[in-house]
């Protein structure tokens, strides 16, 4: 049986625009992967592979034009978001070369031996070194920075395990463009092509998680598909880790005394945050306790007038607006919720924005509305109006894990009940806003973005230095000759690397 043709589908239409692949038969997958495997040591030099990601950041911005024609062409991102996402992409390649270079990421410990611990110390000698094979699973709402030549590939590829993408049905044009580029930036480095390989298909992505030879995944996109494919590579013979990102409703708090103090700055930020790239950023505030009472009333006229005002947009695929449009009808469906802007169809191929209100204390418990404490995709976010603290943390208590938490505060409410509320947030997300909004995720080393379960399925980070981390694992070396040690480790430093002697900063 022929394999099945890959269209890039126009999501401004639904037609399909040309056959750009077919999808991957397990023959493939086995194919790529072992391929990928046999040339894991060519990326052992970390020079070269500092180069290469540089080379590969310079091959994408050259062909800027190229590249963010095909992205817009299949996501209907827009030139000046998706330009955006390209630089940044540039830039987190550029950045995991200087990770590379500076080598603190090898967290090389050296315990010399003592006699006089009690028990005895003998010699020990420990750093990190790449898993493998790292399978990664583009996501759809960033064709370019979680997607074949984003943060997942550029760790892995950092950390020094070749990649396999499996590329995202939406985008598969824009997927086969930028493999190709990053191919010829490793053939450019003096690197096999085969450290960066592409498959398409639904069974090619199963098939890929449950390869023996495949070490660790990295996966963008729903609930639904990444707990599929985590509970796949739990149950696989030889576990491996999965690092999912799977869906948030990145909550917003705001304070009775920040409503008051700037009630129709916070409603116009929201509408804004909520409504960017037609609600389909991971990190879009979903849902948002706001004071009953005049300020409260404000921020509901603001948020009312601005998201009134955006016009509709085009979802990422007709399978997500049909999900978009389901999900809203059953949740203005709900009793005492109103729309004051209701979300729903533009014309046949666009969603308009919107927002549901509802009474925090319907949510303080178990019931019919707790479909409002789940994320939806798209435009839409969720008011709750409390009457008091009480039923803030009530509701906060009911909530799942997510990327985000954000706190609106006045002025003057830097301790006290604030602190409370902080400390109420911290648990549920993996970054913590104050005066803020969560749409936007800096490429920063102290970023973090993941949190508790549903958000990922580990408690490392996508975005920032530390996602190499990932793609690593630690080993020791116990009174070995410094002749027999890899480079990293041996006494005279010969490769320069920041490193801990005897507890101690070297």
Not at 184 to 207: K, Y
Not at 431 to 448: K, Y
Request: with cysteine.
């Amino acid at each position: 049986m022929a394999a099945a043709p890959v269209w890039s589908v126009d999501p401004r239409s639904g037609n399909p625009r040309e056959q750009v692949a077919a999808e991957a038969t397990a023959a493939d997958v086995d194919r790529a992967v072992r391929a990928a495997h046999a040339v894991r040591d060519s990326l052992a030099d970390r020079a070269t592979r500092a180069a290469f990601l540089r080379t590969a950041a310079e091959h994408l911005t050259a062909a800027a034009d190229r590249v963010v024609t095909a992205a817009d062409a299949e996501t209907a991102l827009g030139p000046a978001r998706l330009n955006g996402e390209l630089a940044r992409t540039a830039a987190q390649l550029r950045a995991f070369a200087e990770v590379v270079e500076e080598g603190a990421y090898l967290d090389i410990h050296i315990d010399h031996a003592d006699a006089t611990r009690t028990p005895p110390w003998p010699d020990l000698r420990r750093y990190k070194i790449p898993l493998g094979v790292v399978a990664v699973y583009a996501a759809s709402n960033f064709p370019l920075a979680f997607s074949v030549p984003g943060g997942d590939t550029a760790s892995a590829l950092a950390a020094g395990c070749p990649v396999v993408v499996k590329a995202h049905p939406d985008h598969p044009a824009t997927s086969e463009l930028c493999a190709a580029l990053l191919r010829e930036a490793a053939a450019e480095s003096g690197l096999p092509e085969d450290v960066v390989t592409l498959v398409h298909g639904f069974d090619a992505g199963v098939a890929l998680v449950r390869h023996p030879l495949v070490a660790a995944a990295g996966f963008t996109g729903s609930v639904r598909g990444g707990r599929a494919l985590f509970d796949a590579a739990a149950a696989r013979p030889v576990p491996i880790p999965f690092h999912g990102e799977l869906g948030s409703l990145n909550p917003v708090v705001v304070t009775g005394a920040a409503a008051a103090e700037r009630g129709e700055e916070i409603g116009a930020g929201l509408a804004a945050s909520m409504t960017m790239g037609v609600g389909q950023f991971c990190t879009k505030p979903g849902f948002v306790l706001v004071p009953e009472g005049e300020g409260g009333d404000r921020l509901l006229k603001s948020l009312t007038d601005a998201v009134a005002g955006t016009g509709a947009g085009v979802l990422l695929d007709h399978r997500m607006r049909d999900a978009f449009l389901a999900g809203v009808t059953a949740r203005t469906a709900l009793p005492d919720v109103a729309a004051p802007v209701a979300p729903g169809a533009g014309d046949a191929h666009t969603v308009a924005a919107g927002f549901l209100t509802v009474p925090a204390r319907l949510l303080t418990t178990e019931g019919p509305h707790d479909a409002l404490l789940e994320e939806c995709f798209g435009p839409v976010t969720v008011i709750a109006r409390y009457a008091c603290d009480d039923e803030i943390t009530a509701v906060l208590s009911r909530l799942p894990g997510n990327l985000t938490a954000t706190l609106h505060i006045a002025d003057d409410e830097s301790r006290g009940a604030a602190a409370g509320l902080l400390a109420a947030l911290t648990p549920l997300a993996g970054r913590v806003l104050v005066n803020g909004w969560p749409t936007g995720v800096a490429v920063a080393p102290a970023q973090h973005h993941g949190g508790p379960y549903p958000a990922t399925t580990s408690t490392s980070t996508s975005v920032g230095a530390t996602a190499i981390e990932r793609w690593l694992r630690p080993v020791s070396y116990q009174t070995t000759p410094d002749a027999l040690l890899p480079p990293e480790l041996r006494e005279d430093n010969p490769l320069g690397l920041p490193r801990r002697v005897d507890g101690r900063p070297a």
